[in-house]
């Protein structure tokens, strides 16, 4: 079974730095999706990257980037300029590679704090 | 246009009560799922529909959940008989399908169920 690991529960940036959330997955699967989802205190999950592990390119999305290391199963957030908006639970999820339904499994999260 | 709606925002039950929530999904999303996310943790995956069949029940975690969808509309999550390890925050996902970029989930803002 896969599962994605998040070992840092809290974290915090000063406004307009950087900070990076760490995320490890383990999957025995070569074809996959990593995500990184932002969840605000208004509960609503949004997607805030996407990663396909058959792209040796890292994703980015304006402020946001990734750091994926394949074979290290490692996909980490790089948060650039960091904004008060920013503050929210942070997960990593993994979803197989499939041309049908496939399960999504999420990590327990990270909570970021931004200090103005 | 509209994005994935829940109802209620919050519910309070007794210990023993049954408790329906309610999702809308988002217009022409064929793919329907429920989370269940408690406090801290991450999400765990509960059940997933497409259309109104149900091919994934694995994460429903007791008898005493259920879960029906009408057509690729509504969906209504059943608790029966409500212990308080069920308060947690119920999350509802949507995608347009399940292939390529159509999985992309859009969730909508959960409801918050607190058993006492």
């Known amino acids: 079974a896969q599962t994605v690991t998040q070992s840092q529960p809290e974290m915090s940036v000063q406004e307009a730095e950087t900070v990076t959330l760490s995320c490890t997955y383990d999957?025995?699967?070569?074809?996959?999706?990593l995500f990184w989802y932002k969840q605000p205190p208004s509960r609503q999950m949004i997607l805030v990257i996407r990663q396909e592990a058959y792209k040796q390119q890292n994703a980015t999305e304006n402020r946001f980037s990734v750091n994926f290391q394949k074979a290290a199963k490692s996909f980490s957030l790089k948060i650039s300029d960091s904004q008060l908006g920013d503050a929210a639970m942070y997960f990593c999820?993994?979803?197989?590679?499939?041309?049908?339904?496939?399960?999504?499994?999420f990590g327990t999260g990270t909570k970021l704090q931004v200090i103005p | 246009g509209a994005g994935v709606s829940q109802s209620p925002s919050n519910k309070v039950t007794e210990k023993g009560k049954d408790v329906e929530l309610r999702c809308d999904p988002i217009?022409?999303?064929?793919?329907l799922y429920w989370y269940r996310q408690r406090l801290g943790q991450g999400l765990e995956f509960l059940i997933y529909f497409q259309g109104n069949s149900a091919p994934d029940k694995s994460g429903l975690p007791s008898d005493r959940f259920s879960a029906e969808r009408t057509g690729e509309s509504v969906s209504t999550l059943t608790i029966q008989r409500t212990q308080q390890e069920d308060s947690a925050v119920y999350l509802c996902?949507?995608?347009?399908?399940?292939?390529?970029?159509?999985?992309?989930?859009?969730f909508g803002p959960g409801t918050r169920l607190t058993v006492t």
């Open positions: 999957t025995s699967e070569s074809d996959y999706y």
């Open positions: 996902a949507s995608s347009l399908g399940t292939s390529g970029r159509a999985y992309e989930q859009y």
């Open positions: 217009s022409g999303h064929t793919a």
């Open positions: 999820a993994y979803r197989r590679y499939s041309g049908g339904y496939q399960k999504v499994t």
